[in-house]
Protein backbone atom coordinates (compact mmCIF):
# COMPACT_ATOMS: atom_id res chain seq x y z
CA UNK A 1 0.00 0.00 0.00
CA UNK A 2 2.82 2.65 1.37
CA UNK A 3 4.47 1.63 -2.51
CA UNK A 4 1.62 2.59 -4.34
CA UNK A 5 0.79 5.32 -2.61
CA UNK A 6 4.71 6.43 -3.10
CA UNK A 7 4.37 6.36 -6.83
CA UNK A 8 1.24 8.15 -6.83
CA UNK A 9 2.32 10.81 -4.94
CA UNK A 10 5.63 10.39 -7.40
CA UNK A 11 3.51 10.76 -10.50
CA UNK A 12 1.90 14.23 -8.75
CA UNK A 13 4.88 15.67 -8.20
CA UNK A 14 6.19 14.96 -12.08
CA UNK A 15 2.37 16.26 -13.77
CA UNK A 16 2.95 19.14 -11.78
CA UNK A 17 6.50 20.01 -12.53
CA UNK A 18 5.42 19.29 -16.34
CA UNK A 19 2.28 22.09 -15.56
CA UNK A 20 4.64 24.61 -14.07
CA UNK A 21 7.02 24.50 -16.93
CA UNK A 22 4.10 25.27 -19.35
CA UNK A 23 2.62 27.56 -17.40
CA UNK A 24 6.07 29.69 -17.06
CA UNK A 25 6.60 29.08 -20.58
CA UNK A 26 2.99 30.31 -21.54
CA UNK A 27 3.21 33.88 -19.24
CA UNK A 28 6.93 34.20 -20.77
CA UNK A 29 6.11 33.71 -24.08
CA UNK A 30 3.20 36.81 -23.08
CA UNK A 31 6.07 38.57 -21.34
CA UNK A 32 8.51 39.29 -24.12
CA UNK A 33 6.22 41.03 -26.85
CA UNK A 34 6.78 44.19 -24.16
CA UNK A 35 9.20 45.45 -26.72
CA UNK A 36 10.21 49.49 -26.60
CA UNK A 37 8.68 50.68 -29.61
CA UNK A 38 11.00 53.71 -30.20
CA UNK A 39 14.28 51.30 -30.29
CA UNK A 40 12.23 48.89 -32.39
CA UNK A 41 12.00 51.36 -34.86
CA UNK A 42 15.79 51.57 -35.26
CA UNK A 43 15.72 48.36 -35.50
CA UNK A 44 16.82 47.24 -31.75
CA UNK A 45 14.68 45.25 -29.78
CA UNK A 46 14.80 45.64 -26.25
CA UNK A 47 12.48 44.86 -23.40
CA UNK A 48 10.46 47.25 -21.56
CA UNK A 49 10.90 45.42 -18.11
CA UNK A 50 8.54 46.77 -16.08
CA UNK A 51 5.70 45.97 -18.60
CA UNK A 52 6.62 42.54 -19.20
CA UNK A 53 6.42 41.73 -15.67
CA UNK A 54 2.85 43.00 -16.18
CA UNK A 55 2.28 41.06 -19.06
CA UNK A 56 3.59 37.84 -17.32
CA UNK A 57 1.91 38.53 -13.99
CA UNK A 58 -1.38 38.47 -15.93
CA UNK A 59 -1.02 35.56 -17.65
CA UNK A 60 -0.18 33.50 -14.10
CA UNK A 61 -3.35 34.92 -13.22
CA UNK A 62 -5.30 33.50 -16.06
CA UNK A 63 -3.97 30.67 -16.78
CA UNK A 64 -2.97 29.25 -13.53
CA UNK A 65 -4.73 31.14 -10.73
CA UNK A 66 -1.61 32.69 -9.44
CA UNK A 67 -1.16 36.31 -7.95
CA UNK A 68 2.17 37.34 -7.52
CA UNK A 69 3.69 38.86 -4.16
CA UNK A 70 7.52 40.29 -4.39
CA UNK A 71 9.24 37.34 -5.28
CA UNK A 72 6.47 34.71 -5.48
CA UNK A 73 3.44 33.57 -7.34
CA UNK A 74 1.08 32.24 -4.22
CA UNK A 75 -1.38 29.92 -5.63
CA UNK A 76 -5.38 30.28 -5.93
CA UNK A 77 -7.97 27.59 -5.70
CA UNK A 78 -7.35 26.69 -9.41
CA UNK A 79 -3.49 26.76 -8.59
CA UNK A 80 -1.41 23.62 -10.14
CA UNK A 81 0.50 23.20 -6.54
CA UNK A 82 -0.75 24.15 -2.78
CA UNK A 83 3.07 25.34 -2.37
CA UNK A 84 4.11 28.84 -3.43
CA UNK A 85 6.24 29.36 -6.47
CA UNK A 86 9.35 31.26 -5.51
CA UNK A 87 11.27 32.77 -8.87
CA UNK A 88 14.35 34.85 -10.02
CA UNK A 89 14.23 36.87 -13.54
CA UNK A 90 16.67 38.27 -15.81
CA UNK A 91 17.40 39.81 -18.56
CA UNK A 92 19.56 39.65 -21.30
CA UNK A 93 19.69 42.74 -23.73
CA UNK A 94 20.67 42.82 -27.11
CA UNK A 95 24.50 43.77 -26.62
CA UNK A 96 24.88 40.88 -24.01
CA UNK A 97 22.95 37.86 -26.01
CA UNK A 98 25.63 36.24 -27.23
CA UNK A 99 28.05 35.83 -24.13
CA UNK A 100 27.94 32.78 -21.96
CA UNK A 101 26.32 33.46 -18.63
CA UNK A 102 26.03 31.59 -15.57
CA UNK A 103 23.33 31.97 -12.81
CA UNK A 104 24.01 31.12 -9.73
CA UNK A 105 20.49 31.10 -7.10
CA UNK A 106 20.25 29.86 -3.80
CA UNK A 107 16.81 28.20 -2.12
CA UNK A 108 16.86 29.39 1.36
CA UNK A 109 13.04 27.72 2.67
CA UNK A 110 11.22 30.88 1.73
CA UNK A 111 12.33 32.71 -1.27
CA UNK A 112 14.99 31.76 -3.93
CA UNK A 113 17.75 34.60 -4.33
CA UNK A 114 20.00 35.37 -7.01
CA UNK A 115 23.45 34.77 -5.94
CA UNK A 116 25.73 35.69 -9.05
CA UNK A 117 25.44 36.12 -12.86
CA UNK A 118 28.76 35.48 -14.38
CA UNK A 119 29.32 35.92 -18.03
CA UNK A 120 31.80 34.05 -19.89
CA UNK A 121 32.95 33.53 -23.49
CA UNK A 122 31.25 35.09 -26.76
CA UNK A 123 29.63 33.00 -29.11
CA UNK A 124 29.04 34.15 -32.72
CA UNK A 125 25.51 31.56 -32.46
CA UNK A 126 24.50 32.93 -29.15
CA UNK A 127 25.90 32.65 -25.46
CA UNK A 128 25.10 29.37 -23.73
CA UNK A 129 22.93 29.74 -20.05
CA UNK A 130 23.45 27.65 -17.42
CA UNK A 131 21.89 27.78 -14.24
CA UNK A 132 22.42 26.15 -10.83
CA UNK A 133 20.11 26.49 -8.01
CA UNK A 134 21.68 25.51 -4.68
CA UNK A 135 19.42 24.01 -2.32
CA UNK A 136 18.51 24.43 1.48
CA UNK A 137 20.58 21.13 2.63
CA UNK A 138 23.14 22.45 0.03
CA UNK A 139 22.31 20.04 -3.03
CA UNK A 140 23.58 21.93 -6.15
CA UNK A 141 21.01 21.93 -8.82
CA UNK A 142 22.31 22.24 -12.66
CA UNK A 143 19.76 22.42 -15.19
CA UNK A 144 20.13 21.53 -18.70
CA UNK A 145 21.90 24.62 -20.88
CA UNK A 146 20.32 26.82 -23.65
CA UNK A 147 21.65 28.81 -26.22
CA UNK A 148 20.00 32.27 -26.22
CA UNK A 149 19.35 33.39 -29.80
CA UNK A 150 18.40 36.96 -29.09
CA UNK A 151 17.75 38.88 -26.48
CA UNK A 152 15.84 36.47 -23.59
CA UNK A 153 13.91 37.18 -20.52
CA UNK A 154 15.01 34.31 -18.42
CA UNK A 155 12.70 33.06 -15.36
CA UNK A 156 13.51 30.79 -13.21
CA UNK A 157 10.76 29.48 -10.78
CA UNK A 158 11.78 26.65 -7.49
CA UNK A 159 8.95 25.16 -5.87
CA UNK A 160 9.03 23.22 -2.99
CA UNK A 161 6.02 21.30 -2.35
CA UNK A 162 4.00 19.12 0.61
CA UNK A 163 4.01 15.43 0.01
CA UNK A 164 0.96 13.73 -0.51
CA UNK A 165 1.06 11.97 2.48
CA UNK A 166 3.18 13.44 5.90
CA UNK A 167 4.77 10.47 6.21
CA UNK A 168 6.59 10.10 2.49
CA UNK A 169 9.53 12.92 1.25
CA UNK A 170 8.63 16.49 -0.11
CA UNK A 171 9.49 17.48 -3.96
CA UNK A 172 11.24 20.71 -5.05
CA UNK A 173 12.03 20.99 -8.07
CA UNK A 174 13.33 23.63 -10.56
CA UNK A 175 11.59 25.10 -13.30
CA UNK A 176 13.53 27.86 -15.98
CA UNK A 177 11.93 29.23 -19.17
CA UNK A 178 13.88 31.32 -21.87
CA UNK A 179 12.26 33.16 -24.39
CA UNK A 180 13.79 35.45 -26.50
CA UNK A 181 12.02 38.80 -26.89
CA UNK A 182 9.61 39.12 -29.96
CA UNK A 183 9.50 42.00 -32.67
Known amino acids: MLMGTYVVDADLAMQKKTEV ?49 QKTYVPGEQGVTNAPIHFVRHYVDFRNWRQDLHLLLQY ?17 GGGQLLITVVTE ?20 AYVDEKPFLPILPGHAFPVVSVEEVKF
Open 21 to 69: KMLLELANHHATFAVDPVLKTEGVIDLVEEEAMQRFDRRMSENGGYARQ
Open 137 to 156: RGDRLQMAPKTMIGPSHIMV
Open 108 to 124: NGESLVPVSATPGAVRQ
